[in-house]
């Protein structure tokens, strides 16, 4: 068989899956595997990210609560990884999260709580979108007050790039949906070589290191809250730095061979995240000049000042911030595209006012325009917040962190419901974890859970309302818009996945035990004869 008949023949079978589960191949299939990784790890990028928010770790806990914090979390979320890339391969659709709790949660809850999970996703994935074009602007407009130390960076400024960006980026994923494979293979390469490139030239131009002590053992705390309640607080940057690995899932529908290949690309993502990470922040953390002046850095961006202490050179940091910055920039139009396969899904299964429009494809580019319009105007909504609060960037990071884990935590909380209450399904994909999925999904829920309550704490002390954390109160607004809408039409016009193909583990266990039983019996008859 010729590789275009390989191809064409695994295309015909994922859309032959997608029909089984009720829904007709609308988007055209352009990633392979290489390509998704890169898109997935463009969204991940967990080094660029925990350099994007260094300020939170720097001023909750230093160097020890980033690195420890670090390894912890990326422990944990490889647990919640391989639960979602199992859940992936049995069910490649746009919808992720809330398409799984559809199929896999006891049936009497099953649709209330795919709802609500389709929610929290959208809202996580607009959500860090908008974190990401609040990184790049950061970034931008940290380099132009390094050059010219008389400007003054304003918050009106940071959002009204932060706009510019989710405009590009919107218009990349209408006229350039074909480019997105090829920018996101690019991108795999520039992002490692640009890691190379940033760890060994601070490294190596930085000429007054930190001791290890200072790295691995002195605690600082700027937060005005006690020790202890600082480190949960550090928690943010690094369950911040690794997020979002779910985007495969949501790119399936035009993925080649999508239940073998996104799986993979969900695992790698985070391993190539972690260790990218560690080396990432013990390399920043030897390199910090005085923690103090780096965390008040007049450019709003410590890494950028960091890179300035190490080098010493305007010239030179400002290069090494430009690397991120491309990547930054290709990871919001990465993000604009998730979050508008994500409200295309919700919407096809009626889950949105308004859903015959947003659920549209325009059918020569074969995107979903009108998705993609709604994604860039709520990032640009949530960027909105800055203009009223100082603690506006800190508050979006924890909206779109909470969203993520807590949709991430739904699918695997169906999972262990169905367990007990008898409607477990068998996930029948390529990708098994077989007798250590449960395992895996306790282990994954029970970190969300925690982190997820974390991220309602308030940064700074004493609190006011200028400092507030605002995250549960603009949770609780989701929350209460969903049940509305719920009420409303949800109830009565929301679908999901079909699940006619979903069969329950205990009935395949009695269907095995009873096939064990017959071979036995018969082997037992030849012995005698």
């Not at 993520?404 to 999972?415: C, D, E, I, K």
């Not at 390529?430 to 829920?445: E, K």
């Not at 309302?465 to 049940?483: C, D, F, K, Q, V």
Request: glycine share 8%.
């Amino acid at each position: 068989m010729s590789t275009n008949e390989k191809v064409f023949s695994e295309d015909v079978q994922e859309d032959t899956v997608l029909e089984n589960l009720g829904y007709q191949q609308e988007l055209k299939r352009s990633f392979g595997l290489l390509g998704m990784i890169g898109f997935s790890f463009s969204i991940v990028t967990s080094w660029t990210a925990l350099g994007g928010v260094l300020i939170v770790g720097v001023e909750s806990g230093g160097p020890p609560v980033m690195i420890y914090s670090w390894i912890g979390i990326s422990v944990f979320a490889l647990a919640v990884a391989y639960s979602m890339a199992e859940m992936c391969s049995a069910y490649p659709l746009a919808g992720g999260q809330y398409s799984w709790v559809a199929v896999l949660a006891p049936p009497k809850i099953a649709r209330g709580m795919s709802w609500a999970t389709g929610w929290l996703m959208i809202t996580g994935i607009l959500a860090m979108g908008a974190t990401n074009n609040f990184i790049g602007a950061n970034f931008i407009l940290g380099q132009a007050n390094l050059s010219f130390p008389s400007y003054t960076i304003e918050r009106w400024h940071t959002v009204l790039l932060a706009y510019l960006i989710a405009l590009i980026s919107t218009g990349v994923n209408i006229y350039g949906p074909h480019l997105l494979d090829r920018i996101s293979r690019f991108i795999l390469l520039w992002n490692i070589l640009s890691f190379v490139i940033v760890v060994i030239t601070i490294l190596a131009t930085n000429d007054h290191k930190q001791p290890a002590s200072f790295v691995f053992h002195d605690f600082q705390n700027f937060t005005g809250f006690s020790t202890g309640f600082a480190a949960i607080l550090g928690l943010l940057q690094s369950s911040f730095g690794m997020c979002c690995y779910d985007a495969p899932a949501h790119m399936t529908e035009e993925m080649k061979n999508a239940s073998k290949e996104a799986p993979k690309a969900i695992i790698m993502s985070v391993y190539i995240g972690a260790i990218t990470g560690f080396i990432f922040l013990i390399s920043v953390c030897f390199c910090i000049g005085d923690i103090s002046s780096t965390a008040s850095s007049t450019t709003g961006v410590p890494l950028i000042q960091i890179f300035y202490d190490s080098t010493g050179s305007v010239v030179g940091a400002c290069f090494l911030s430009s690397l991120i910055v491309v990547i930054v920039l290709v990871c919001a139009n990465a993000l604009l595209a998730e979050g508008s396969r994500s409200l295309f899904a919700f919407a096809r299964d009626h889950g949105l006012p308004f859903s015959s429009l947003f659920a549209k494809v325009e059918s020569k580019r074969q995107v979903p325009v009108y998705a993609i319009l709604l994604a860039c105007a709520v990032q640009m909504a949530l960027n909105s917040i800055y203009f009223g609060t100082l603690t506006g960037f800190n508050t979006v990071i924890s909206i779109a962190t909470e969203g993520f884990y807590l949709s991430y935590a739904m699918p695997l909380l169906a999972r262990i419901l169905s367990w007990f209450t008898g409607d477990a399904k068998i996930l029948s994909g390529p990708y098994n974890l077989g007798r250590w999925g449960i395992i895996m999904n306790v282990v994954g829920l029970s970190f969300l859970v925690f982190t997820s309550i974390t991220f309602n704490f308030p940064t700074l002390a004493p609190v006011d309302s200028g400092n507030m954390n605002y995250t549960s109160a603009a949770i609780g607004i989701i929350g209460l818009i969903s049940i509305i809408t719920w009420l409303i039409s949800g109830r009565k016009d929301f679908t999901g996945p079909q699940i006619a193909g979903a069969v329950p583990v205990l009935e395949v266990r009695a269907t095995e035990l009873l096939d064990n039983l017959d071979e036995k019996l018969a082997e037992k008859s030849e012995t005698k004869d």
